[in-house]
Each structure stands twice: as C-alpha cells, then as structure tokens.
Nanobody
Framework: VQLQASGGGLVQPGGSLRLSCVVSGRTDSPGVMAWFRQSPGQEREFVAA??????LYADPMKGRFTITRDAVKNTAYLQMNSLKPEDTAVYYCAARMTRIVVSGQRLPSNYDYWGQGTQVTVSS
C-alpha cells in the first residue's frame, strides 16, 4: 500500500488549507484513515481519524479541522481552517486496514502504512 500526501504550503494565520492523501496498491479500503503531525524535536502528534463509524479529533483541532474520505477516489482529506502558527508541522497521513477501538486510533503504532509527509507552515 502506498499513501501519497499533498496540499501543504505556506498560509497566513487564520487561513485554510486542504490536505489530500491518496491510497493505492490494494483493492480493499483501509478501515481507519488518520492524520498526524510532527514538529522539529517533538513526537508525532495525533490530529484526526476517520472510520465508517466515527471521526475523532485531538482537542486543539476540534471545530477547526475536518477529516473526510472519498471512497470512489480512495482519498482522505483534512480540511484545516482558522490555522494558527502552532499548527506549523509536517503532516502525515496513515492507514490501518482493520478496525480498531476509538482509543486506539490516536496511537501511531496502530497504523500499518504511512505517507511521506507534507509541510504546513502558518506564518505572517
């Protein structure tokens, strides 16, 4: 399975970006799609997760970020609004082929496949 992330860039505080993650290499779809982010010197941080049954967000992202998935295109999206300088990071998409309980969706170790990362910089 290959994950190709795109859509990062430089945006001013208060602006918006939409990240995309295209999944290829398998005929079955992942049970869980997620986004994580990592800043220099920091651990990889959970951002959001999607399954057919739930979406889950880290508290700082609630109300600002939205994760969706297009089954036809086998693509996951992360719509990011009201961006803040502290959102600056490399954003990674991740996929897990089987379902997992909600609490497990936050842990990077529970994901099977990772994209290459896309840089998001929020600065004036």
């Amino acid at each position: 399975v290959q994950l190709q992330a795109s859509g990062g860039g430089l945006v001013q505080p208060g602006g918006s970006l939409r990240l995309s993650c295209v999944v290829s290499g398998r005929t079955d779809s992942p049970g869980v799609m997620a986004w994580f982010r990592q800043s220099p010197g920091q651990e990889r941080e959970f951002v959001a997760a999607w399954t057919r049954f739930n979406t889950l967000y880290a508290d700082p992202m609630k109300g600002r970020f939205t994760i969706t998935r297009d089954a036809v295109k086998n693509t996951a999206y992360l719509q990011m609004n009201s961006l803040k300088p502290e959102d600056t990071a490399v954003y990674y998409c991740a996929a897990r082929m089987t379902r997992i309980v909600v609490s497990g969706q936050r842990l990077p170790s529970n994901y099977d496949y990772w994209g290459q990362g896309t840089q998001v910089t929020v600065s004036s």
